[in-house]
């Protein structure tokens, strides 16, 4: 485990979060209970000189939705300021991202959790406008005024 | 200046980078021209203990294109690490940002011009596969 890895798990347990870790990927997995969405996968990968997290939206965007979400995420990535939305156009995963660049030195813990805590939060968040396009059948400019005013 | 405003304000002078300071702290505007993105505007922000990236070039968007531009913006930025590439929903402006949180400590020159680069070169990027996406070989204008 490098020291970013012990820097990222010492973090996890600093707020008594169930983690596993994946030693041959370098990658932390947890399950985040959330508000707007009942929980996310998030996968915190270690490089070496960098920190990703990912938040995971629980439900593949179906294919007929995939236009509008894609409207939708670049809606929201303009406003964005910390990370961003990502789809994989080929089979509809959403995920929240945040990076961080970490070479020769140690991150603390408060730089941490800005990172990985807005990961996931950030998701919650945008999550509420994707269900309402995909269920509700809102269109992208009515979701990103629904979560963002 | 806050720290963070004069890290960033070395890193610009380091690179012998003309540039206007817009504030006490900043932002910082620096203007020059891309292959591909054209005239294009970077700045960069201190603020809440993060340091904020923002690249806009001279690609503007028409409306009829958005949402195929949309769908090249979601292939492209699957997997950047450092930033995303946005486009302004009612102007249709191509732009490139990224961002890093500092917190206490005063980032080095090696880590702003490191996202200095990437908003550059990803905005170049961007705007060339988006023109060939879009038009072909066809220019944009």
Known sequence: ?149 | MNRLAEAVERSLRRRGWDYLRQGADGPFLVVGDLDAAGRTEMRVRAADECVFFDAKGRVRVPEEARDAACLYLAQENYGLREGCLIMDPEEGGLGCRAWLCAGARTPGAEEIDRFLDFCLMELERGSEGLQRALYGEEDWD
């Not at chain 1, 179906?62 to 990370?83: F, M, P, Q």
């Not at chain 1, 269920?135 to 979701?143: G, Q, V």
Request: aromatic share 12%; with cysteine; net charge negative.
């Open chain 1, 1 to 149: 485990m490098n020291m970013l890895a012990v820097a990222v798990e010492h973090y996890l347990q600093s707020q008594e979060w169930h983690y596993k870790y994946d030693e041959e990927r370098n990658l932390f997995t947890m399950t985040m209970g959330l508000k707007k969405i009942d929980s996310a996968k998030v996968y915190i990968r270690i490089g070496e000189d960098y920190v990703t997290t990912y938040a995971m939206l629980p439900t593949h965007v179906r294919e007929d939705k995939r236009d509008v979400v894609c409207r939708y995420i670049a809606r929201a990535n303009y406003g964005l300021r910390n990370g961003n939305l990502e789809m994989d156009l080929d089979d509809g995963e959403v995920r929240y991202k945040t990076y961080f660049y970490a070479k020769d030195r140690i991150p603390n813990q408060q730089e941490i959790e800005r990172y990985v805590d807005i990961c996931f939060l950030t998701l919650d968040r945008y999550a509420e406008g994707l269900m309402k396009i995909l269920y509700a059948d809102l269109s992208d400019k009515a979701a990103i005024q629904i979560v963002e005013g």
